[in-house]
């Protein structure tokens, strides 16, 4: 299964490749740029933590160990937490960096670009609120995008793992959760 997920991930690489080349006019991501990676829930299917895991089990013992201290310090975070969405930094986020880059997930791939949902709204990364991706064609006083040319395609992560090209793949995604609930 994980071989045809890399496969369907290649496919995919490529698809994302031409929409952040089309959009790059409104793309400020760069590497170190991690705002992304600092408050989220991270939806990912079984898959896709399957995935990302089997890539955990070949880094470095320290690397590793930086990583479990990370998601017990979540734990136990989340344990404590009395709001409705626990937001969190990526434990995978080491020094600036993605431990495990080449296996992030979809909402991870997608993120930076804007792109229309299945109700015809605009979804922008958080990041335009920042000043960053978008913040040319997005008023945040009043929430209205000026884009005439978002991706016409839902990149939500269970839209993605539905679609005719992970289908194609025969994909068994499972269920999709935050991430530090398959932890």
């Known amino acids: 299964m994980l071989n045809r997920y890399e496969k369907f991930l290649e496919e995919f690489d490529r698809e994302l490749q031409g929409y952040f080349s089309e959009q790059k006019k409104y793309i400020k991501c760069k590497k170190g740029c991690t705002d992304c990676c600092i408050e989220g829930e991270y939806p990912f299917s079984r898959l896709e933590a399957e995935y990302l895991m ?5 880094l470095p013992k320290d690397i590793k160990d930086r990583i ?5 310090d979540l734990k136990i975070a989340k ?15 080491l020094d600036g960096q993605c431990a495990l880059y080449e296996r992030r997930g979809i909402v991870c791939r997608v993120f930076g670009l804007a792109y229309l949902r299945g109700d015809n709204t605009v979804k922008l990364p958080n990041c335009a609120n920042l000043g960053l991706n978008y913040a040319e064609v997005f008023d945040k006083s009043g929430g ?11 990149l939500r992560t269970d839209k993605i793992l539905r679609s005719k090209t992970a289908e194609k793949y025969s994909l068994e995604c499972g269920e999709i959760r935050p991430l530090i609930d398959w932890f």
């Open 68 to 72: 479990r201290k990370n998601i017990a």
């Open 79 to 93: 344990s404590n937490f009395q709001g409705e969405r626990f937001l969190y930094k990526c434990p995978f986020l």
């Open 54 to 58: 089997y890539g955990f089990l070949q």
């Open 144 to 154: 209205a995008v000026y884009l005439n040319n978002p991706v016409k395609k839902d």
